[in-house]
């Protein structure tokens, strides 16, 4: 059983964020990024509620902003998807989870060391340039 519902589209359009917001950290990386669209989908928690699909998760807007720089900026988040990024995106709908980001809700490249917190919340690791944060109060991004 998959760990989320989705459609063939939302395999595409996930496949596309993972390569725009991770291309330059390999495979890892973008299962990484990957880990966090599903984990939103599936936590209903802070600013995480209410979303039901992939594309909600994608397209969120937060304080005025889309939640993932690469659909703002669009470079190569509005490409097509390639059959590599697609098998990464299917295996997370399906199944893979990992350190760091296995429970994580948010990542970030600091171009610094990572902080200890981001926005309060608690550092569960890196990879490569990226930091990732679990949620410190949000019982659902634990239990599944």
């Not at 429970?103 to 600091?110: A, C, G, M, T, V």
Request: with cysteine; hydrophobic share 35%; net charge positive.
């Amino acid at each position: 059983m998959p760990r989320a519902k989705y459609r063939s589209a939302d395999v595409g359009l996930m496949a596309r964020m993972m390569r725009a917001e991770a291309e330059g950290e390999g495979k890892v990386g973008m299962l990484l990024v990957g880990n966090v669209i599903v984990n939103r989908l599936k936590a209903d928690c802070l600013d995480f509620k209410g979303l039901r699909t992939i594309s909600q998760v994608i397209f969120q807007v937060q304080g005025g902003n889309f939640s993932f720089e690469a659909v703002q900026k669009g470079n190569i988040f509005y490409q097509a998807p390639r059959t590599a990024e697609k098998r990464l995106a299917k295996q997370n709908l399906d199944y893979w989870r990992n350190y760091p980001a296995k429970h994580s809700l948010w990542y970030f490249n600091p171009h610094a060391p990572c902080p200890p917190t981001w926005y309060d919340q608690p550092f569960a690791g890196p990879y490569k340039q990226h930091c990732y944060y679990e949620p410190k109060e949000c019982e659902s991004a634990y239990r599944w």
